[in-house]
């Protein structure tokens, strides 16, 4: 389900996919005149900074919610990173940043935060279904599924398995929630389910749980 909103500007347009906001308040604390809560009305004034100001903070939207269009080329004013990263957050969703498929489909941003809790009604993303279900991961590493291995730029590939966890091929970085680097790989499987005993990854605890619904 998508739920896009659009707010234009003079040079910009600030979209906001309120389907993949789960309120981190990066962008209202980073630029409080652009995107304000508290106002009547709109919350998003993208003339309220520079645009590239108003693009940076939308990059960095940490789950993906947040695109800015320059309406001069028509393009998003983004760009993927460098070295694709995952990243679980403690007792919240798996953050990924980079050039994504998701079931073979192209996603128009490179962040996305993920469901771990097996309880999202918007699956595979998070809506922060975790704090009502008490859902709790350190979001520390408890071993590498394979060698460090040197970085190659690719795309993921992502899988979302309807009774199982998230398979992500192709290079990544993993970090633990304190966003130190734990090791490079190509393919892993994690947990969104919420109950393996080896978070962030998968140890087939879905089995048991009979973990199955819709994305
Ligand atoms: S998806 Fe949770 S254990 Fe496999």
């Excluded at 192209?106 to 008490?134: E, I």
Aim: proline share 8%.
């Amino acid at each position: 389900m998508s739920r896009i909103h659009r707010y234009e500007g003079e040079d910009i347009i600030v979209e906001f996919d309120l389907s993949r906001c789960i309120h981190t308040g990066d962008c209202t604390r980073g630029l409080p005149a652009v995107f304000d809560t508290k106002r009547s009305g709109r919350w998003v004034h993208p003339d309220g900074a520079p645009a590239t100001e108003v693009a940076r903070i939308c990059a960095a939207c940490p789950t993906g919610a947040l695109r800015c269009i320059s309406k001069a080329s028509g393009q998003a004013m983004d760009s993927p990173p460098a070295e694709n990263t995952i990243q679980p957050v403690a007792d919240g969703p798996l953050y990924v940043h980079g050039i994504m498929r998701v079931n073979g489909k192209a996603l128009n941003t490179f962040r996305a935060a993920f469901c771990r809790c097996g309880r999202s009604r918007l699956m595979p993303w998070c809506d922060n279904s975790h704090r009502q279900s008490h859902f709790h991961d350190n979001g520390k590493i408890p071993y590498p599924p394979a060698p460090a291995a040197a970085h190659r730029s690719a795309p993921l590939e992502i899988h979302v398995d309807a009774d199982g966890p998230l398979t992500i091929d192709g290079p990544f970085t993993l970090l633990d929630a304190a966003g130190n680097k734990q090791y490079c790989g190509d393919k892993a499987a994690f947990c969104r389910c919420g109950a393996s005993a080896m978070k962030p990854y998968c140890d087939g605890a879905h089995r048991t749980r009979g973990f199955g619904r819709d994305q």
